[in-house]
């Protein structure tokens, strides 16, 4: 698909909990609520397996309207934030400018799998639900290269999951969204590395995503929260113990290291 298709689709859905309308424009209290359960489990992991975050170079690939953006400056990272919409990156740069850690950031629209900034120019990498529409491998090629030696990325991405899973999003995702996104399966994450060593690989999400639905269809970030913090533990539990349920999980945390000389 290209990326003129995802940047016309994505600039016309502003609304950070709600992907399948066309809203020029952006509500406050939704962004707020999009921002405040941005950094979910699978998130908080990928953070914590990137490391220290103050005073590091940090490259955010797919920013939306900055929810996790904040998230990341407040963290003392200093974030460079790409999205392939402009109208998202501007949405993105209003609320940001509206708080003290807003100004140390730099937003800019741009492609994942073509990325504008010159070798080395990272620490780490944070990318969050953006292979689904692109070549993944290429994805990582890129974020070898902007890279330091020795520097992290990590990807948290929702993937195909089980049969009930996929007819659910069939039946309620809009048919032009569903013609450019390709969820990968478990196996293709474990297959998953171009240019980086993988450091870990861990599934997540199974009866918890129900906190999804919460969210995305009911508009409750309550619910969200209570229903979370009921399951999130029971499928740790289970996922850690039966890794053959991997390939059923809705959701994936993958990180990876460039190697510190060549091959």
């Given at each position: 698909m290209?990326?003129?298709?995802?940047?016309?689709?994505?600039?016309l859905?502003?609304?950070?909990?709600?992907?399948?309308?066309?809203r020029?424009?952006q509500?406050p209290a939704?962004?707020?609520?999009?921002h405040?359960?941005?950094c979910?489990?699978?998130?908080r992991e990928?953070?914590?397996?990137?490391?220290?975050?103050?005073?590091?170079?940090?490259?955010?690939?797919?920013?939306?309207?900055?929810?996790?953006?904040?998230?990341l400056?407040r963290?003392?990272?200093r974030?460079?934030?790409i999205?392939i919409?402009?109208?998202?990156?501007a949405?993105?740069?209003?609320?940001?400018?509206?708080?003290?850690?807003?100004?140390?950031?730099?937003?800019?629209?741009?492609?994942?799998?073509?990325?504008?900034?010159?070798?080395?120019?990272?620490?780490?990498?944070?990318?969050?639900?953006?292979?689904?529409?692109?070549?993944?491998?290429?994805?990582?090629?890129?974020?070898a290269?902007?890279?330091?030696p020795?520097?992290?990325?990590?990807?948290?991405?929702?993937?195909?999951g089980?049969?009930?899973?996929?007819l659910?999003?069939?039946?309620t995702?809009?048919?032009?969204?569903r013609r450019?996104?390709r969820?990968?399966?478990w196996?293709e994450?474990?297959?998953l590395s171009?240019?980086?060593?993988?450091v870990?690989?861990?599934?997540h999400?199974l009866f918890?995503?129900?906190?999804?639905?919460?969210?995305?269809?009911?508009?409750?970030?309550?619910?969200?929260r209570?229903?979370?913090?009921?399951?999130e533990?029971?499928d740790?539990?289970?996922?850690d113990?039966?890794?053959?349920?991997?390939?059923?999980?809705?959701r994936?945390t993958?990180?990876?290291?460039k190697p510190?000389?060549?091959?």
């Amino acid at each position: 698909m290209s990326s003129s298709t995802l940047r016309s689709y994505w600039n016309l859905r502003l609304d950070p909990l709600d992907w399948k309308h066309e809203r020029a424009r952006q509500d406050p209290a939704r962004w707020r609520a999009a921002h405040e359960t941005w950094c979910d489990p699978a998130t908080r992991e990928a953070l914590e397996q990137l490391g220290e975050l103050r005073d590091r170079r940090l490259l955010e690939i797919g920013c939306g309207q900055g929810h996790g953006t904040l998230h990341l400056s407040r963290l003392g990272a200093r974030v460079t934030a790409i999205d392939i919409a402009e109208r998202r990156c501007a949405v993105a740069r209003t609320a940001l400018a509206s708080v003290a850690e807003g100004r140390a950031t730099r937003l800019c629209a741009a492609a994942a799998d073509c990325l504008p900034f010159r070798d080395g120019a990272f620490d780490l990498v944070l990318c969050r639900d953006v292979l689904m529409y692109v070549d993944a491998e290429r994805v990582l090629t890129e974020c070898a290269r902007v890279l330091t030696p020795g520097g992290r990325a990590a990807f948290v991405e929702s993937l195909d999951g089980a049969l009930p899973l996929r007819l659910f999003r069939r039946l309620t995702s809009p048919a032009d969204y569903r013609r450019f996104t390709r969820h990968l399966g478990w196996e293709e994450m474990e297959r998953l590395s171009g240019p980086l060593e993988r450091v870990s690989l861990r599934p997540h999400y199974l009866f918890s995503l129900l906190a999804f639905f919460a969210l995305f269809s009911l508009g409750s970030t309550a619910l969200h929260r209570a229903v979370l913090a009921l399951f999130e533990p029971l499928d740790r539990r289970l996922l850690d113990r039966a890794p053959r349920l991997s390939r059923l999980a809705w959701r994936a945390t993958a990180v990876y290291r460039k190697p510190t000389h060549a091959a």
